[in-house]
């Protein structure tokens, strides 16, 4: 079986773990402190609504997003609270509703975090530093243009440094056993440490991808719209978040489908080169909780698809 005929997997790297998303289930499997590994499974629920919206280009890649953050931030939050248990409070926590609770608030807080740093770092700090070049710069095509130079250059900068704290460099190594497993799968290569550990940990259809092509897309987009007054220029900027989002998720699968073919596989390049930063080589020991999550999304799926396929047979 071709890569291009094989289910689509999707992932993320979470505390000590790799979440893998397939068509009817969530899995995530952290390493704890104990050095045992937990699970955590959430069915994947189809929105009628959702599912109709995704079927549409430009709105399916905005719905997706809403999906993956939603889905991300409850295994996100599950990594970090199971981590840090002592095995011995197990039986405790799972009985207490307080644990719940933390779950909503944790992911509460990843949501409004993301959203206040995204709308109005990437999106207020390079439009403010962009006046400040007018004199140099007073044409609103150079105003664009450097407009989306400060964002990239704060995007960079700041997945960068955050990536020097020690946590975060181990969710980075996380994400490169991802991807590697990712790519040893389309592959149609035995998932052993040994054989992932062999192949790439850039992947065309990540989300450090999506990133920066919505910076690529916003400086087209923007070419459209005034850049004065200023206050017209930050709603305009806001306002149009979503067109930038749709674009760009559009591009980020036209790059993936491209990603074979000689000349045009180098579209995705830009979005690779961003990986290189939030993806580190991970170790053996990581690798083998990355196949491991993906090993029981597997067997999961598998089943299933068995029991949906045994229905319509009668």
């Not at 550990?197 to 992947?203: E, I, P, T, V």
């Amino acid at each position: 079986m071709s890569s291009s005929q094989k289910p689509v997997f999707g992932g993320q790297a979470v505390v000590e773990g790799v979440m893998f998303g397939g068509k009817h289930h969530y899995v995530t499997a952290v390493r704890r402190k104990d050095q045992s590994v937990e699970y955590f499974h959430l069915p994947r629920k189809a929105n009628p609504y959702f599912t109709m919206l995704k079927k549409i280009p430009f709105l399916r890649g905005i719905i997706a997003i809403i999906e993956s953050s939603a889905n991300g931030s409850k295994h996100l939050n599950f990594s970090t609270e199971r981590f840090d248990v002592d095995p011995k409070e197990d039986e405790i926590i799972k009985d207490k509703e307080v644990s719940k609770l933390t779950m909503y608030l944790g992911v509460a807080a990843i949501g409004v975090i993301s959203f206040l740093f995204g709308k109005f770092a990437f999106t207020l700090i390079p439009i403010f530093l962009a006046v400040l070049t007018k004199p140099i710069f007073p044409s609103d095509f150079a105003q664009v243009l450097v407009e989306g130079f400060f964002k990239l250059i704060l995007l960079i900068a700041y997945i960068y440094f955050v990536s020097l704290t020690p946590l975060i460099k181990r969710v980075f190594q996380y994400h490169g056993a991802e991807h590697k497993v990712i790519n040893t799968f389309e592959a149609g290569v035995e998932l052993t440490v040994e054989n992932v550990q062999a192949h790439s940990r850039l992947h065309y259809r990540c989300g450090s991808s999506f990133i920066l092509f919505t910076v690529i897309v916003g400086v087209f987009v923007y070419m459209f719209v005034p850049t004065t007054p200023l206050w017209l220029r930050v709603v305009d900027r806001l306002l149009l978040i979503p067109v930038v989002l749709g674009i760009a998720f559009e591009i980020l699968q036209v790059t993936n489908k491209l990603r074979d073919v000689p000349v045009l596989k180098y579209l995705g390049i830009p979005g690779l080169w961003l990986q290189l930063i939030t993806t580190k080589e991970p170790q053996d020991d990581q690798v083998e909780v990355a196949i491991l999550s993906f090993n029981r999304l597997l067997k999961m799926e598998k089943e299933t698809e068995f029991s949906i396929e045994s229905e319509e047979i009668v």
